[in-house]
């Protein structure tokens, strides 16, 4: 009976956390200076900061792209790995390498599932490479992208966003700019998309007036 209970009351909290409009400063923090955003004019952005060795980052994973699946056509949706150097900058670099290897998308989760299930670290070029060569792409291509100027600026362009962002920690959803969604604000993961949605509803109510 008292788990019944407990199920009923936490069911309420969702349900009034739905209904109601999220706070400033309680469920998700507004930057001194907005950052620019990446999208065409009329579009709403959502990013994503993310690192691919973050167990909160996997454990998002699930709840974020069903949101993500859903959104809106003037919502564009982006992720931003995060570089906080070391691994970080190394996963970074696969990100934006796969990227330009065109499989990235196909390569997303699989690269969370050999980090987090497999116990892979996936730091070493050579072993990104091998990684990489599942998907279509030889070694020696997957190499050569790991070390192309054009990644290595994508990821300092990112570095210069997150710093911009004041992000000290991942996952956040980053919303038109301005509005950060961290675990701690949102006062858990599933609870992320669902303050981002809100924003994004809010800043389409903004551009109406």
Request: with cysteine; glycine share 8%; aromatic share 8%.
């Amino acid at each position: 009976m008292l788990k019944s209970l407990m199920v009923a009351v936490a069911g309420l909290g969702l349900s009034t956390f739905a209904s109601a409009a999220p706070v400033a400063g309680q469920d998700y923090t507004v930057l001194d200076e907005p950052v620019q955003t990446q999208v065409a004019d009329g579009k709403i952005e959502v990013t994503e900061a993310f690192w691919y060795g973050c167990p909160h980052c996997y454990a998002l994973e699930d709840s974020l792209n069903a949101w993500v699946d859903e959104l809106p056509e003037d919502v564009e949706f982006q992720r931003m790995p995060a570089t906080m150097g070391g691994a970080w900058n190394r996963h970074a670099t696969a990100f934006y390498a796969a990227q330009q290897l065109g499989i990235q998308q196909q390569m997303h989760s699989d690269f969370f599932d050999a980090i987090h299930e497999q116990g892979a670290q996936l730091t070493d070029s050579e072993d990104i490479a091998a990684f990489f060569s599942q998907y279509g792409v030889s070694e020696d291509e997957a190499l050569d992208a790991l070390d192309a100027f054009g990644v290595k600026s994508q990821v300092n362009r990112a570095h210069a966003r997150m710093r911009s962002m004041k992000l000290m920690g991942v996952p956040a959803l980053i919303v038109d700019g301005r509005f950060v969604v961290s675990p701690s604000t949102a006062g858990s993961l599933d609870n992320m998309p669902q303050i981002a949605g809100a924003l994004v509803d809010q800043v389409r109510e903004e551009r109406a007036e």
